[in-house]
T-cell receptor, first 112, second 115 residues
Framework: DQQVKQNSPSLSVQEGRISILNCDYT??????FLWYKKYPAEGPTFLIS???IKDKNEDGRFTVFLNKSAKHLSLHIVPSQPGDSAVYFC???????????WGAGTKLIIKP | EAGVAQSPRYKIIEKRQSVAFWCNPI?????LYWYQQILGQGPKLLIQ????????DSQLPKDRFSAERLKGVDSTLKIQPAKLEDSAVYLC?????????????FGQGTRLTVV
């Protein structure tokens, strides 16, 4: 049973445009959501997180939106840059039991 | 600041053999995680330590996997005996507080191939 789903295995976006990565979840008990970025042959790196009591969190070019009623979150990258080409993982947690549940990842390709 | 160190980077073994992975977390990080990432999937938590105590090992296949964290610093993950389905990247991560909120720092991982 996949509690966190990233339905798009890959996404191609023109440099300078907006990249939108999507994530859906099923467990209404999740209270924190995180996005990680992963380059080939490296471990994932933490990008941005959002608490379930918020609907938006922004950090520079990265904004995460949370829609609790739809159990959906998205990561917006504006403007997209070549260095943003990577695999992006969505993860969710119930803080009381510490565990992070991960999606399968979306490979973002930024075209020049 | 030094990152999370893992070794070896790559390992190829035959099924039924044993293998061990080593992790040195970021200095001062009390929480240490071992994840298994199978190709095309997200990381799956195998075990989580808080200092040298186990917080969560519910998804660790205890008949063949074991892990320890001596003195609350370095950690080793062992597989004995290995199966073909254990082929994956094994990631170690550490954090100051629960990674649920603040994120965790990952090592480069060990790519294990069981043949």
């Amino acid at each position: 049973d996949q509690q966190v789903k990233q339905n798009s295995p890959s996404l191609s976006v023109q440099e300078g445009r907006i990249s939108i990565l999507n994530c859906d979840y099923t467990n209404s008990m999740f209270d924190y959501f995180l996005w990680y970025k992963k380059y080939p042959a490296e471990g994932p790196t933490f990008l941005i997180s959002i608490s379930s009591i918020k609907d938006k969190n922004e950090d520079g070019r990265f904004t995460v939106f949370l829609n609790k009623s739809a159990k959906h979150l998205s990561l917006h990258i504006v403007p997209s840059q070549p260095g943003d080409s990577a695999v992006y993982f969505c993860a969710a947690s119930v803080t009381s039991n510490y565990q992070l549940i991960w999606g399968a990842g979306t490979k973002l390709i930024i075209k020049p | 600041e030094a990152g999370v160190a893992q070794s070896p980077r790559y390992k190829i073994i035959e099924k039924r053999q044993s293998v061990a992975f080593w992790c040195n977390p970021i200095s001062g990080h009390a929480t240490l995680y071992w994840y298994q990432q199978i190709l095309g999937q997200g990381p799956k938590l195998l075990i989580q330590f808080q200092n040298n105590g186990v917080v969560d090992d519910s998804q660790l296949p205890k008949d063949r996997f074991s892990a320890e964290r001596l003195k609350g610093v370095d950690s080793t993950l062992k597989i004995q005996p290995a199966k073909l389905e254990d082929s994956a990247v094994y990631l170690c991560a550490s954090s100051l507080r629960t990674a649920s909120i603040y994120g965790a720092f990952f090592g480069q991982g060990t790519r294990l191939t069981v043949v």
